[in-house]
DNA sequence: CCTCCTCTTGAGCGATCGATCAACAAGGGC
DNA sequence: GCCCTTGTTGATCGATCGCTCAAGAGGAGG
């Protein structure tokens, strides 16, 4: 029950160099610990121990110190590592592109997206942020909002002859409409990758047809949100 | 910063009767546990402590030792109080309900349900129990995917005349059209609750609104679902 | 070979975790 | 009035938490 370690470092006698903590590179070593911290973090939530972090790399838990000076700046910087850094600009990009059709480029924006984001640390760090209060995910689906579906709604109501939001603002109802499609496709990352559940090989292909059945409704059902909340009598029609 | 005690208690010569942990019947004293754990347990995710919820409640930490012999114990107390104890038989009378149609049979039940599940407590202690790798959300989903989505696809296909589930089975894909729409609906109380978004006042009204969007293409998605998953020639048609 | 810089570690600090135990105290039955 | 059952608590245990610090150890430059 003592001698319980796996491998080397003599129990006794314990000036014995190591043969797993090698001698890295500052930079090769932060990274080592950032990737570490990523997948420890997403398996154990943020709730995890640092020990165990050490352990899981194979270094002394002192050494997470001198990479970062607190557990909480570790985690901020997963942050930036996984949502800040995976944020592609392309995305903003794509849903204005003004060749190709409203929902054709809602589609291609969500496809790269899911595939983006049904990652095991993305789902489960972001759960684990939002459990402990965490302002993280608020901010992240902020931006969607504001600079993923803002702009697509813009573009839908000049697509369907419906007032600019400069003439007529963007309604809590329109952006409901695209989070609803937006859902359903992340709660099919999320049975699988937080609540275990083992269906559904393919996803991808899941979430392709997903869109397929959704996306023809969505310019009609669009018109008819905006035109019932503007109880205004329609003269320049 | 010593005597920083809010009320009661004097500090030195500690045996002074309490007035706020009066003596309580088990049966009552339990109670109260188990509410303050689901209140406590949910805020905090289940990596919350005995002794802040002792605190809470006005009690001494021994106390919630009587009562549940490890915190893993008064955990499962709250899987069987929030999860099993609130699932209603009637969910799955409605979706077998032959009187309705099947959409309508989903669309009760989706309403019912998400107004039972959208609840701080539900919706976070779930996710909480998923990210700590407990299986309570595989099986809770299981029920529903196994007493709730499979009656229902099953008479779905009788409503379109198609082949029933015994001469052949339901398909990954059938049940992953009513999980895209449930999830969507799912995905409503989540970013409330979980992520912390305060937008949508109405919840239940944009819920109702989702499934008014998606309900009208669901049957005409699932004949092409099951018919595209079957490919033998078509002689009794 | 020695030196110095820097990466790395063992030991340990104060605080806090889940859980235990003997002692206190509040009523109900006699 | 007394006693005995039972709800309740203070004190405390061993383990473990985030974090600190001085000393060990591996290379590059001289």
């Known amino acids: 029950m003592a001698s319980s370690r796996p491998k080397g470092r003599k129990a ?6 190591v043969p797993t903590g090698r001698r890295l590179t500052a930079e090769s070593r932060e990274r080592q610990i950032v990737e570490g911290a990523i997948a420890y973090f997403a398996e154990v939530g943020l709730d995890g121990h640092t020990r165990e972090l050490a352990r899981r790399l194979g270094i002394a838990q002192p050494l997470l110190f001198r990479y970062f000076p607190t557990k909480a700046s570790l985690i901020e910087r997963i942050y930036e590592e996984v949502y800040l850094k995976r944020w592609k600009l392309g995305w903003e990009e794509t849903v204005r592109d003004a060749s190709l059709p409203c929902l054709e480029r809602f589609r291609r924006f969500e496809m790269d997206y899911q595939r983006t984001i049904d990652d095991y640390a993305w ?6 942020a939002g459990l402990k209060g965490f302002d993280l995910p608020s901010r992240y689906l902020g931006m969607v909002r504001e600079r993923i579906f803002a702009p697509l709604l813009e573009d839908m109501r000049a697509e369907s002859n419906l007032p600019s939001p400069q003439a007529q603002p963007l309604v809590a109802d329109e952006f409901e409409l695209l989070f609803g499609i937006h859902g359903a496709l992340v709660y099919v990352g999320l049975r699988s990758r937080v609540y275990g ?9 899941v979430r392709a047809a997903m869109l397929d059945a959704a996306l023809p409704g969505l310019l009609a059902t669009h018109r008819r949100v905006v035109t019932r909340a503007r109880p205004v009598n329609p003269i320049g029609e």
């Open 197 to 205: 559940m083992d269906g559904t090989a393919d996803r991808d292909a």
């Open 123 to 128: 789902l489960r760090i972001f759960v684990s």
């Open 12 to 17: 006794e006698s314990g000036t014995v160099s």
